[in-house]
């Protein structure tokens, strides 16, 4: 079994900062790219923010320059700095994982429950 578990998600006026963080537990081998993915209500999920295992990162226009993804891969922990947030980033957030576990030896991709980020203007 494979866990991604999203935390430091909640409610901040616009300007304001949060910063999301995402654990991968469980049987896993190896950790590929691991990124952010948020769903606003009535709209469809939309890619955030990506980065790989040698730390190359992409970003959705809509967030660059603001939002700043890294990683630490001793702890398989991903992480997303929100700055200058705006009431359009409100949204749920999920993280996102390509991972090979010991039970299925292949590249999968697996999904967090989501934390929901609330800015008001």
């Known amino acids: 079994q494979v866990q991604l578990v999203e935390s430091g998600g909640g409610s901040v006026q616009a300007g304001g900062s949060l910063r999301l963080a995402c654990v991968a537990s469980g049987s896993i081998v190896s950790i590929d790219a691991m990124g952010w993915f948020r769903q606003a209500p009535g709209k469809q999920r939309e890619f955030v923010a990506r980065?790989?295992?040698?730390?190359?990162?992409n970003y959705a226009d809509s967030v660059k320059g603001r939002f700043l993804i890294s990683r630490d891969n001793a702890k398989n922990t991903v992480y997303l700095q929100m700055n200058s947030l705006k009431p359009e980033d409100t949204a749920v957030y999920y993280c996102?994982?390509?991972?090979?576990?010991?039970?299925?030896?292949?590249?999968?991709?697996?999904w967090g429950q989501g934390t929901q980020v609330t800015v008001s203007s």
């Open positions: 996102n994982a390509d991972l090979v576990r010991r039970a299925l030896p292949r590249l999968s991709n697996y």
């Open positions: 980065i790989t295992s040698v730390g190359s990162t």
